[in-house]
């Protein structure tokens, strides 16, 4: 691990801290996600570092690991965002633009964007806030905020994840704040990840201008996974739980279920843990190369549905006796409770559950799902309201308690594509249609998405649904149309049926090449 510069936090921004403290949920105007629909669950999606580091990273890896991202069912679990990290993509040219590395990544960055979108995936790129980035291969957006934020709106990133390594002397509120405005003039709708590490305490401030940020050090190097050092992260991620909600998450750091030097049972504990603390799910382990038992836990359904709650909130602990920790006040969107109970010492425990700890008073009538055996029971608890529940070693028992015993599934939204390419090559005007289709995977029945009005017009896009299957249909035409390349971002909006709450927007891209080799125009 690297040692980081220490942050110098000047009166500005001291004085934009106060004015941004004020972190609050999805009707809060403090909140970014609010207008551009992104994130209002954590983000999902696999980064390279934690397993490769720097130097392997090219092209050819990055479409290996999204081929296996498909093939593996991680798709349709919900994991959507996939690119490098700081794998040596880019240099600056003379110009004082970004080129791309085109010896590691033949296609450009562009090119592996296309292909990313292609497959129904999410772009994530990667840069740094200073001069450099860590490792000083690439350089940093300092004094090139505004070039770069278009650059990557022009290889069409989702997602951009802003490092802060070389920063000396920086502010960090007023850098990432700018970096922020420099994103909205590029015009793109991006996640924007922070990656301070927690200096500067960006669970204070970065809301309004950010949709994540780090709360720790780096979880490992790069290679293999260190189990305490995770759940350090974990204890100290835990305490900032008021910070997180839709659309503004703490991020504890890229997921090690599946890497080197973790059991069974610390990769089950581990992703239990992330997705009790509603953190963003970046798979971090070579998905090419899965265990059985490695998939199974990545794609759980049931634990993802914790981590994609709608509601948003962050569980924490309740209660510890020794090496035993309880974690709950996690209330999902169908009225259900989780309660995650975590043994991390090396022999065999009995813990103690009380429907108290839930929210519920003694006397009720329950039903459990345990979420790793998907096995539903009738509850039973003594008169106090307690019950007991057995817990291995270093493992957990991850439960869901509700009066009804349905647990439905909140949306999770799966597309086949997010780039459509139109080319009219006729000589007359011309209509041409293409389709898109977005499937839902949780259980819930969703209502038609709605097309955000702006479109431009030689685009009209329309709604069908089918049962969980929507399909949008894309009709260009070309009249009024002069020869020459057309773009267009669509967004589509959503709510999630049960609770009512907003849902993440869908945004995809919308190509028209004219007249290539003949002409659209009509006049
Ligand atoms: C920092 C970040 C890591 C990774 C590396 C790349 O350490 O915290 O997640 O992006 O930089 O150098």
């Not at 798979?283 to 994609?308: H, W, Y």
């Not at 949008?472 to 390349?485: D, F, Q, Y």
């Not at 995809?508 to 009509?522: M, W």
Request: aromatic fraction near 8%.
């Amino acid at each position: 691990m690297r040692s980081r510069p220490a942050v110098v936090i000047g009166m500005v921004a001291v004085l934009a801290v106060l004015a941004a403290a004020r972190v609050g949920q999805l009707s809060s105007p403090a909140v970014h996600a609010k207008d551009d629909g992104l994130a209002l669950t954590p983000p999902m999606g696999w980064y390279p570092w934690n397993i490769f580091g720097q130097e392997p990273q090219n092209e050819k890896l990055i479409r290996e690991i999204v081929d296996a991202l498909v093939a593996s069912g991680m798709k349709d679990a919900g994991y959507s965002y996939v690119g490098p990290d700081e794998g040596i993509c880019f240099s600056r040219g003379k110009n004082g633009l970004l080129t791309t590395n085109r010896e590691r990544y033949p296609s450009g960055l562009r090119g592996l964007g296309d292909f990313i979108h292609r497959k129904g995936l999410k772009y994530a790129l990667y840069t740094d806030a200073g001069t450099h980035t860590c490792s000083k291969a690439m350089p940093g957006t300092k004094g090139h905020e505004s070039e770069d934020m278009h650059r990557f709106a022009d290889w069409r990133a989702d997602y951009i994840k802003i490092d802060w390594c070389n920063t000396e002397g920086q502010d960090i509120v007023e850098t990432y704040t700018k970096l922020h405005e420099a994103q909205i003039a590029a015009g793109r709708p991006i996640v924007h990840s922070l990656c301070s590490w927690g200096e500067g305490e960006p669970w204070k401030w970065a809301a309004p201008i950010g949709h994540l940020w780090r709360t720790t050090e780096d979880i490992c190097g790069p290679g293999r996974a260190d189990w305490e050092h995770a759940v350090k992260i974990a204890l100290a991620n835990e305490k900032l739980y008021r910070s997180a909600g839709p659309g503004h998450w703490n991020d504890p750091d890229m997921l090690i279920a599946g890497m080197p030097g973790l059991t069974e049972a610390e990769n089950r504990s581990f992703f239990s843990l992330w997705c009790m603390m509603a953190a963003p799910l970046m798979a971090g382990n070579d998905l090419r190369d899965m265990s059985e038992s490695t998939v199974k836990i990545l794609t759980n359904p049931e634990a993802i549905a914790v981590d994609q709650d709608p509601l948003g909130l962050q569980g924490r602990i309740v209660r510890a006796e020794g090496e035993v920790s309880i974690w709950a006040s996690k209330p999902l969107f169908d009225g259900s409770r989780t309660v995650l109970v975590f043994n991390h010492g090396l022999t065999q425990a009995e813990a103690t559950l009380r429907l108290q700890d839930v929210g519920l008073i003694p006397g009720t009538e329950f039903y459990v799902r345990d979420l790793w055996r998907h096995e539903t029971s009738n509850g039973s608890a003594g008169p106090d309201g307690s019950f007991a529940v057995t817990v291995f070693p270093q493992d957990v028992r991850f439960l869901r308690i509700s009066r009804s015993s349905d647990f439905p599934l909140p949306p999770v939204i799966v597309a086949d594509t997010y780039l459509l390419s139109f080319e009219a090559t006729g000589k007359g005007p011309q209509s041409l249609t293409k389709t898109l289709t977005i499937t839902n995977k949780g259980t819930a029945e969703l209502s038609p998405w709605q097309v955000r009005p702006g479109l431009p017009p030689w685009l009209t896009v329309t709604v069908a649904k089918d049962g969980r299957t929507q399909t949008i249909t894309n009709r260009v035409s070309t009249t009024e149309l002069r020869k020459g390349i057309y773009h267009a971002v669509v967004r589509l909006d959503n709510v999630e049926p049960v609770s009512g709450r907003p849902m993440s927007a869908v945004y995809y891209d919308v190509d028209l090449d004219v007249g290539r080799t003949g002409t659209g125009v009509t006049r």
